[in-house]
């Protein structure tokens, strides 16, 4: 079993800045996929970026490439998010999810086990 707990959201002007974070915790995540997903008000939840843990090999939506980064820390057992160029549309709810697994799966169907969200809005 896995607990995975966010922080870091929050209101930031279009433009700025955000790094989120989830910590895990329960075991160890190094044969894990992790990945952030994301859902705006009325609409579904989207895949945002996904790390396979022990290779550090990434993979990205086509719409945050060039301005978000996903990382992690082996020994915090904390992944990162870190956005930047941040626009009015990447207003949503940020989970992390992971799963025991090889490749980065863009469904969030595939994902055993999730954080609680964290709420980052962009104003204009």
């Known amino acids: 079993q896995v607990q995975l707990v966010e922080s870091g959201g929050g209101l930031v002007q279009a433009g700025g800045s955000l790094r989120l974070s989830c910590a895990a915790s329960?075991?160890?995540?190094?044969?894990?996929?992790m990945v952030w997903f994301r859902q705006a008000p009325g609409k579904e939840r989207e895949f945002v970026a996904g790390?396979?843990?022990?290779?550090?090999?990434?993979d990205y939506a086509d719409s945050v490439k060039g301005r978000f980064t996903i990382s992690r820390d082996n020994a915090k057992n904390t992944l990162y998010l870190q956005m930047n160029s941040l626009k009015l549309e990447d207003t949503a709810v940020y989970y992390c999810?992971?799963?025991?697994?090889?490749?980065?799966?863009?469904?969030?169907?595939?994902?055993?086990?999730w954080g609680q969200g964290t709420q980052v809005t962009v104003s204009s």
């Open positions: 999810a992971a799963r025991t697994a090889w490749r980065i799966s863009p469904r969030n169907t595939e994902y055993d086990y």
């Open positions: 329960g075991r160890t995540v190094s044969s894990y996929v």
């Open positions: 790390i396979r843990w022990s290779s550090g090999s990434t």
